[in-house]
């Protein structure tokens, strides 16, 4: 028994402004598109029920194809520093917090970022340890690629004066050589590695909670990088099985798998697009660089901003092409974390040598920063490219001072690598940005900057399609589900997202403000707006 759908705008993303009047669905796939008259004559003896869309705008689910599920849920849970414009708001946030911390606990707040506040500076562990002198404290900035500590904290992770800086990291010290509290890429994890572990009962209530907020944000589904973090490969994927069961939940997460744990998959027999029905596994990924917040994007030219800074590699050659060698032994892709231009050399330059033979595809993840050797290579190659089209309206004006005007032609280039025949798919990368893919959308369309409102690189905008592109057709190309996923076509999933306006009439401007109806996933409705309403 089946599913009719009709009574909107529903458009197939199969080419621009393709619609049809009805769907019909049945066992979580969509058996058959047309008029709404063909549809219930042909399938009447198997219609169970009918959802009209009362004017409503469907479109194939959206999926977000770069995110942290865990590290979503964990903001929602834990203090949020991420919309805070001083350093004052934060102190004030963390004094709150302490009041309410039993000796010993950790203080853990996610999301500050100092390019909001009207004083950049660096909030200084002298300042925290005023706060919470016995109370360890970890504060993550934005990007996730940078952390503050206090000496507490510090203490527990067994970090001294002389502790030297990690391959990939810095442990940030002041002009007399003395230690900040700010910790860059691996150097956080020395005091990561000194906080106390979790439970896999905890992360499966995570993953409910991010779940249950990723599907009222119109998600039916996401590319999630969590696998070693939270103890390890067996635990983490135990806890998104039980979590996302598909009985009482439904959600399609495809996990990255972190090549330190890539080992642990193998030993449990798995592989690429392994796993249950709802939890499956994906690519190997990589870091390649860091972030531009914190300068560690590795670059071909130095910072604009810090004469002779050209970021940080978080592996060398050798290390890098050892880690994909390994990958490869198993046939499986990678999905590398690479920021700028020099980062995405490094990694097409190894992919280029050591390319994969069964039609899975490698993801570049980001690719902010571009130069022409760069774009030549991800147009020559078959990989797809992660972006987070919000990054835009969160990274300007302040990136510019990073980078300076003449790179600014191939940076956030995403019209540019689509008009290039670049696959392209589109993510949030939340916790770090909003999660909302409407969001994104209106930033790829728009690209106003959050900050000051003006627009960036106008020539770099996509169209609404273009755009809308990245989240359906583009998630499900870059896992190699474009035959099955991303469209509403004969065979494909009965994936939907419902929206209460039509995307593609409203001012762009205003895309953010388009109320999710429903979220489908399988034919099933797993959230609906104002239920009793409907």
């Given at each position: 028994m089946g599913v009719l759908w009709f009574g909107g705008n529903i458009y197939t993303m199969e080419k621009e402004g393709t619609a049809v009047e009805a769907v019909y669905t049945e066992e979580g796939v969509i058996k058959a598109v047309g008029t709404y008259e063909k549809l219930y004559h042909s399938y009447s003896a198997y219609i169970e029920r009918e959802e009209n869309l009362q004017g409503k705008t469907m479109l194939p689910g959206l999926v977000d194809s770069h995110l942290h599920i865990i590290g979503h849920g964990e903001k929602l849970l834990r203090l949020d520093l991420s919309q805070m414009k001083s350093a004052e708001e934060v102190v004030e946030a963390l004094n709150n917090r302490t009041a309410n911390l039993s000796e010993g606990e950790w203080l853990i707040g996610e999301g500050w970022n100092e390019n909001q506040w009207q004083d950049p500076s660096i909030i200084h562990k002298e300042v925290l340890d005023s706060i919470s002198p016995h109370n360890p404290m970890m504060l993550s900035r934005v990007c996730r690629h940078a952390i503050l500590a206090n000496t507490k904290a510090m203490e527990l992770a067994g970090i001294t004066e002389e502790t030297s800086d990690p391959q990939g990291g810095i442990i940030v010290r002041d002009e007399f050589g003395e230690t900040t509290g700010y910790f860059l890429d691996t150097a956080q994890e020395l005091i990561k590695d000194a906080m106390p572990g979790v439970s896999q009962d905890y992360l499966e209530q995570v993953i409910k909670i991010a779940t249950d907020d990723l599907m009222s944000k119109g998600l039916v589904g996401g590319h999630s990088e969590d696998l070693n973090y939270y103890g390890g490969f067996?635990?983490?994927?135990?806890?998104?099985?039980?979590?996302?069961?598909?009985?009482?939940?439904?959600?399609?997460?495809?996990?990255?798998?972190?090549?330190e744990v890539m080992a642990d998959m193998i030993e449990e027999g798995l592989g690429y697009l392994g796993g249950t029905e709802y939890v499956e596994l994906g690519a190997v990924k990589i870091f390649s660089d860091g972030a531009l917040g914190g300068r560690t994007a590795w670059l071909t030219e130095e910072y604009a901003d810090e004469k002779g800074n050209k970021g940080v590699a978080i592996h060398n050659h050798e290390k890098l092409e050892e880690i994909v060698k390994e990958a490869r032994r198993y046939e499986l892709p990678i999905a590398v974390h690479a920021i700028g231009d020099q980062a995405v050399d490094a990694i097409t330059d190894v992919i280029k040598k050591h390319p994969l033979t069964n039609g899975a595809r490698d993801r570049i993840i980001h690719g902010q920063i571009l130069n022409q050797h760069s774009l030549d290579m991800l147009k020559e190659l078959p990989v797809v490219v992660d972006i987070q089209p919000s990054f835009v309206s969160s990274d300007f004006p302040w990136v510019i001072?990073?980078?300076?005007?003449?790179?600014?032609?191939?940076?956030?280039?995403?019209?540019?690598?689509?008009?290039?025949?670049?696959?392209?798919?589109?993510?949030?990368?939340?916790?770090?940005?909003?999660?909302?893919?409407?969001?994104?959308?209106?930033?790829a369309v728009t690209r106003k900057s959050g900050i000051d409102h003006k627009v960036y690189c106008a020539e770099q905008c996509l169209s609404v399609f273009e755009a809308v592109k990245l989240y359906t057709l583009g998630s499900a190309y870059a896992i190699n589900q474009e035959e099955a996923r991303g469209k509403i076509a004969t065979g494909f999933s009965a994936d939907f997202t419902v929206l209460e306006e039509d995307i593609f009439q409203v001012n762009p401007e205003t895309i953010h403000a388009i109320t999710?109806?429903?979220?489908?996933?399988?034919?099933?409705?797993?959230?609906?707006n104002n239920p009793t309403l409907l």
């Open positions: 067996n635990k983490t994927y135990g806890a998104f099985k039980k979590a996302i069961d598909g009985e009482n939940r439904k959600f399609k997460a495809h996990l990255l798998v972190h090549h001072e990073r980078i300076g005007d003449e790179r600014l032609a191939l940076s956030y280039a995403w019209k540019t690598m689509i008009r290039e025949g670049v696959e392209c798919a589109g993510g949030s990368d939340a916790p770090i940005e909003e999660v909302s893919p409407l969001l994104g959308i209106e930033a999710i109806a429903k979220t489908v996933i399988d034919g099933d409705i797993v959230y609906q």
